[in-house]
């Protein structure tokens, strides 16, 4: 297992000049492959309605906004989900507001449909998505309970959840002092609760949004702690704030590009001797993007030749030919995954429903 300090971490987090060609030397004496992978999905926000109101977000909507989505019905996701299986996408991700059923206006359409809570019509989505199509669903919205966990882990191959920071002090920040779901203990204890059920897990850091240097060292080595305690993390996103337009943090600073070499740096070097992925998510670097294959970067993440990515709607995918261009320009090899990855596909992860489907797809 790598051997990093919280010092070593602010030693590369602080980098410059010599000291980085160094690091970019490490990294690539590490790499075992030139693979880099990305997953076909489509993205389908099942709900815009959340309790938490963070100052970088323009996926949340307002209940009386007449373009918002309050629950989206099984007709109009199968519907989608069918016309991505066209596209030959393979991972359906669904993204919903936290804890939007405690607002009047999503109970009363869950009720309308038939169901008391969130998670029971959730569910039911993921396993219409296994009986009625060959994608396979990936759940990311936002804290669960041990037991919400439990029942999802059923119906779905892989979730997600974003740390996107160790700190309690950014919930005094307008990135998160109005959102108590980004409380990082519920979120590390999430992301916890996940490693003990065997879930298969995608999670990162967030950058640009008031967090210290230290802070990033210290939400890195949270990640790996839980790696190395569970070996459920598949992947670790490094993630950049990026302004839009009409959002409370719309003239806050983005980070630099050099702060994000350094972080992708930091966070392939923290795990070069463990099979965890590092991703950087390429529409919202599209001009750049390639520099992180150099740090250290293997994956894309998932890109959707279908839908949009609602949680940055200003930041449209790369189309997967080009994504392909810059891959290889970059000296590397593109190729497609699954949204679960190759090493927890087998029974002591996933069941044997989940399996059946996933050897369909191979």
């Not at 004496?29 to 993205?43: D, G, V």
């Not at 990082?184 to 992301?191: F, G, H, Y």
């Not at 298969?200 to 060292?217: S, V």
């Amino acid at each position: 297992m790598s051997n990093l300090t919280k010092e070593d971490i602010l030693t590369i987090l602080t980098a410059t000049e010599a000291d980085i060609a160094k690091y970019l030397l490490e990294v690539a004496q590490y790499r075992e492959n030139n693979l880099i992978t990305y997953s076909k999905n489509i993205f389908i926000p099942l709900t815009e309605i959340c309790r938490n109101d963070c100052g970088y977000c323009n996926f949340k909507k307002n209940p009386d906004d007449p373009k918002a989505i309050i629950l989206k019905t099984k007709k109009e996701i199968l519907s989608e989900l069918k016309e991505a299986e066209k596209q030959g996408c393979k991972e359906a991700l669904f993204t919903f507001g936290e804890d939007a059923d405690e607002e009047e206006i999503v109970q009363l359409r869950l009720k309308e449909f038939g169901y008391e809570k969130m998670i029971d019509y959730v569910v039911d989505i993921c396993q219409m998505t296994l009986d009625e199509t060959s994608l396979l669903p990936h759940t990311n919205g936002g804290n669960f309970s041990y037991d919400d966990l439990k029942r999802l882990k059923e119906v779905n191959v892989s979730m997600g959840l974003m740390l996107e920071n160790s700190s309690s002090r950014l919930m005094e920040l307008p990135a998160h002092n109005k959102s108590p779901g980004k409380n990082p203990k519920l979120r590390l204890e999430t992301i916890s609760n996940a490693g003990k059920l065997k879930i298969p897990y995608t999670t990162g850091i967030l950058i640009g949004i008031g967090e210290t240097k230290e802070e990033i060292a210290e939400s890195l080595i949270a990640i790996k702690d839980l790696y190395d305690t569970y070996g459920h993390i598949q992947e670790v996103i490094i993630q950049n704030f990026t302004p839009i337009p009409g959002i409370e943090m719309e003239n806050w600073p983005k980070p630099s590009f050099l702060d994000m070499i350094r972080t992708v740096l930091a966070g392939a070097l923290l795990f070069k001797d463990s099979d965890v992925s590092i991703q950087v998510p390429p529409n919202l670097n599209r001009d750049t993007a390639q520099i992180f294959l150099l740090c250290g970067a293997d994956d894309w993440g998932g890109v959707s030749p279908i839908s949009p990515d609602f949680v940055n709607i200003t930041s449209p995918w790369p189309e997967i030919d080009e994504l392909e261009d810059l891959t290889i320009d970059a000296g590397f090899e593109l190729t497609e995954r699954l949204c679960v990855y190759d090493k927890y596909i087998n029974g002591e992860w996933l069941n044997d429903h989940l399996l059946e489907k996933i050897s369909k797809l191979s």
